[in-house]
Nanobody, 117 residues
Framework: QVQLVESGGGLVQPGGSLRLSCAASTSIFRIYNMGWYRQAPGKQRELVATITNGGTTNYVDSVKGRFTISRDNAKNTVYLQMNSLKPEDTAVYYC???????????WGQGTLVTVSS
């Protein structure tokens, strides 16, 4: 069973940048489709960005042009580069992995991102 561990969250001022990392415990990571989700206080968890095992990416409209998802299969890690951060980006960010057929999925524990002056 793959385990995911996120890191890189913290407090940043509006307009600043952060890079989140999600490290997988096994190299089987390379066949997983990966995604970043976030949950703001009092709101439902929402999809932020996805990347397939082949490298195809997709983003929610609110982060297009500001966030970039990428993966390094040699390091069993997926990243979320977040630029031009806004207060509304404040949330707990979760990493999710799933097999292509969707039979198995795994979530990380989450990392808090706070955008505030």
């Amino acid at each position: 069973q793959v385990q995911l561990v996120e890191s890189g969250g913290g407090l940043v001022q509006p307009g600043g940048s952060l890079r989140l990392s999600c490290a997988a415990s096994t190299s089987i990571f390379r066949i997983y489709n990966m995604g970043w989700y976030r949950q703001a206080p009092g709101k439902q968890r929402e999809l932020v960005a996805t990347i397939t095992n082949g490298g195809t990416t997709n983003y929610v409209d609110s982060v297009k042009g500001r966030f970039t998802i990428s993966r390094d299969n040699a390091k069993n890690t997926v990243y979320l580069q977040m630029n031009s951060l806004k207060p509304e980006d404040t949330a707990v960010y979760y990493c999710r992995g799933a097999t292509p057929a969707g039979h198995l999925e795994v979530w990380g524990q989450g990392t808090l991102v706070t955008v505030s002056s």
